[in-house]
């Protein structure tokens, strides 16, 4: 008998695999706030040169506004001056190069990234880096903890990420400067790929066969209600440190984890360590109301992932995450755009419930022919118009 039988013989999805899975969960709600605060965290609100303020001293709410900005979009990295060097409002003249600094509009945040740094003209690629460093984090902790949760165990890896993540993220909070802010991004992203995919998997080895697509949908439930919620703590929390702070905190609670995540009988198998898998499953049998009345003989089935597999995941992703961290591009109120994006995922992971059961090849084809449409659509719409995306245009092109 291999382990998919017997894991069905004491319940595909019993008490103990439900258990299982609200640990499984409640650390995607916090991976969803780390995968997407940047959006608020890193947001770039409109900027005025300092020295380009009629009054010098007023507060740039007594100027700034953005049909000051509209009229005069050089404003925002260059003031024009006049023959003698003077700041010159009017028309015609030259421009400079900002040298005290910006005025930010307060207007949306209290302080971001961009605002604290000044990331923006000459440094705005500064903050590009800011998120394609974190980007890398995720890439690195991919393969780095996808192999040693295969050597370690799925267990003790979540457990470690989930401290490096907690330590991380609130040291994000109080980093000094934009260098060791990233340096700690880099390190939350990596645990993020840590929890997720070893998460993934521990939930997946103790499900049944029948149950698994249910329960791998379940994940990304609650990856949804994180982005969801992200948006309404986001708006309430307008400084950047403290909704740091506030998505990071909490994640020392999980310290418990240590007395309730159960291992990977299918690991422990694997590994030859069949006698204390044997006792775990004795014990989610017993929870599960269907105890064991013999031994049984366990073998090991080793699944090969395809290369086309990677290939769809990978323009997936492409494109998920373009349009995730870009949302301040769409020209709508920033809170209400993500809390649509997240409630979008609700309805889209409910209607995959229903047609992967018929056909996972047919579904597959049609959701990526539909996204990638949708996708190719966005570049007829007019350049005129106030919501844009080209960045999104060209990575549904390519």
């Known amino acids: 008998m291999n382990f998919d039988e017997i894991i069905c013989l004491i319940g595909g999805f019993g008490k103990f695999q439900k258990i299982l899975y609200v640990w499984i969960c409640l650390p995607q709600i916090f991976l969803a706030f780390h995968n997407l605060v940047s959006v608020f965290t890193e947001a770039v609100p409109p900027h005025l040169c300092s020295s380009s303020s009629p009054a010098a001293g007023a507060p740039a709410s007594s100027y700034f506004n953005f049909s000051h900005l509209d009229g005069r979009p050089e404003l925002s990295c260059t003031v024009p001056l006049n023959h003698s060097g003077a700041v010159a409002l009017g028309d015609g003249h030259p421009a400079g190069r900002c040298q005290?600094?910006?005025e930010y509009s307060t207007e949306t945040f209290q302080s971001t990234t961009v605002t604290e740094w000044d990331l923006v003209c000459d440094s705005a690629n500064l903050n590009i880096m800011g998120s394609s460093i974190y980007m890398l984090g995720l890439l690195v902790g991919a393969v780095l903890?996808?192999?040693?949760?295969?050597?370690?165990?799925?267990?003790?890896?979540?457990?470690?990420?989930?401290?490096?993540?907690?330590?991380?993220?609130?040291?994000?909070?109080?980093?000094?400067n934009f260098y060791v802010y990233i340096a700690l991004r880099f390190m939350v992203g990596t645990s993020v790929s840590g929890v997720t995919m070893s998460a993934f998997?521990?939930?997946?080895?103790?499900?049944?066969?029948?149950?698994?697509?249910?329960?791998?949908?379940?994940?990304?439930?609650?990856?949804?209600?994180?982005y969801i919620l992200l948006a309404g703590i986001a708006y309430l929390i307008r400084d950047w440190r403290k909704l740091q702070l506030a998505i990071s905190a909490p994640g020392f609670l999980f310290i418990f984890y240590i007395w309730v995540l159960p291992k990977s009988a299918r690991w422990l198998?694997?590994?030859?360590?069949?006698?204390?898998?044997?006792?775990?499953?004795?014990?989610?049998?017993?929870?599960?109301?269907?105890?064991?009345?013999?031994?049984?003989?366990?073998?090991?089935?080793?699944?090969?992932?395809?290369?086309?597999?990677?290939?769809?995941?990978?323009?997936n992703v492409l494109v998920y995450y373009d349009l995730s961290l870009n949302i301040s591009d769409f020209?709508?109120?920033?809170?209400?755009?993500?809390?649509?994006?997240?409630?979008?995922?609700?309805?889209?992971?409910?209607?995959?419930?229903?047609?992967?059961?018929?056909?996972?090849?047919?579904?597959?084809?049609?959701?990526?022919?539909?996204?990638?449409?949708?996708?190719?659509?966005?570049?007829?719409?007019?350049?005129?118009?106030?919501?844009?995306?080209?960045?999104?245009?060209?990575?549904?092109?390519?």
Not at 160 to 174: D, H, K, R
Not at 204 to 219: D, F, N, P, S, V
């Open 100 to 102: 005290r600094g910006w």
């Open 331 to 398: 020209g709508m109120n920033i809170y209400l755009t993500q809390l649509i994006f997240g409630l979008v995922e609700m309805p889209a992971l409910t209607i995959t419930l229903f047609t992967l059961n018929r056909s996972r090849k047919f579904s597959q084809l049609v959701f990526l022919a539909v996204g990638g449409t949708a996708c190719l659509l966005t570049i007829f719409i007019p350049s005129g118009m106030h919501t844009h995306m080209p960045n999104v245009q060209l990575n549904c092109i390519l």
């Open 201 to 226: 998997v521990l939930g997946i080895e103790w499900t049944g066969c029948k149950q698994r697509m249910l329960a791998a949908l379940i994940t990304d439930y609650f990856f949804g209600a994180g």
């Open 269 to 315: 198998i694997a590994n030859d360590r069949k006698e204390e898998a044997w006792e775990l499953i004795r014990k989610a049998a017993q929870m599960n109301g269907k105890p064991l009345t013999k031994d049984l003989e366990m073998n090991s089935v080793l699944v090969k992932m395809m290369l086309f597999l990677i290939c769809l995941r990978f323009a």
């Open 145 to 176: 903890f996808g192999s040693l949760a295969d050597k370690y165990g799925r267990r003790i890896i979540i457990l470690f990420n989930l401290a490096i993540q907690a330590v991380s993220g609130v040291g994000v909070a109080f980093a000094p």
